[in-house]
């Protein structure tokens, strides 16, 4: 597509899937280290842990980037299934994402500490202010499906939370819960 025209593409409600566009896939051993057993991982890591759709619109301010990302149920040990989780590089761009299927959580952080997790539920619409990295979580057991979009200038910057982590970590304990992260360095 070259959005250089109004157009429109679909994306399925339940899946996330498009049939008009190309997805890109994140497996296990797309995320080294990024889990607290990484010895666990290390058994699993063929498995496609995510998906999502970068439909290639310009990267210039004023565009929007949009597409869907399909975060599938699982665990790597008793930590539940999530995305690598990024800053903007431009890092004053907000981000929408509205739950389509499934449920989970968006985790979020900033540069100054703050720390808050939003629940993605059908239907209700999570907005990452600017500042804050973001990830989701997926805590149920069906495929978390979500629409996002952000200024299409705003960048990714995996590496911040790569060398960091996230100060928390979601755990399976009988259900979901959030405690800091043995392994987040300052
Ligand atoms: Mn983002």
């Known amino acids: 597509m070259k959005f250089n025209r109004p157009c429109s593409i679909d994306f399925d409600l339940t899946t996330g899937l498009s049939s008009n566009a190309v997805s890109k896939k994140r497996y296990l051993s797309d995320l080294k280290n990024m889990y607290q057993d990484e010895e666990a991982r290390l058994k ?5 842990t995510y998906e999502y759709y970068d439909l290639g619109l310009p990267e210039e301010a004023g565009e929007l980037s949009f597409g869907t990302s399909i975060l599938y149920p699982g665990k790597v040990g008793n930590e539940y299934h999530m995305t690598k989780g990024h800053f903007h590089q431009h890092i004053d761009t907000p ?7 499934g ?3 968006m985790l979020m952080e900033n540069m100054e500490g703050d720390v808050c997790w939003e629940k993605i539920t059908p239907g209700n619409a999570v907005y ?4 804050y990295a973001h990830r989701m979580i ?5 495929p978390l499906v979500v629409f996002y979009t952000y200024e ?5 910057d995996y590496q911040t939370i790569l060398d960091k982590g996230f100060r928390k970590i979601c755990l399976d304990d009988n259900g979901p819960v959030f405690i800091d992260n043995p392994k987040w360095k300052e």
């Open 95 to 101: 981000e929408v994402y509205y739950g389509l299927s």
């Open 44 to 48: 699993i890591e063929s498995r496609l």
């Open 138 to 142: 997926n805590t149920g057991n069906d």
């Open 103 to 105: 449920e989970g959580y």
């Open 152 to 156: 299409a200038n705003a960048g990714h």
């Open 128 to 131: 990452v202010a600017k500042g």
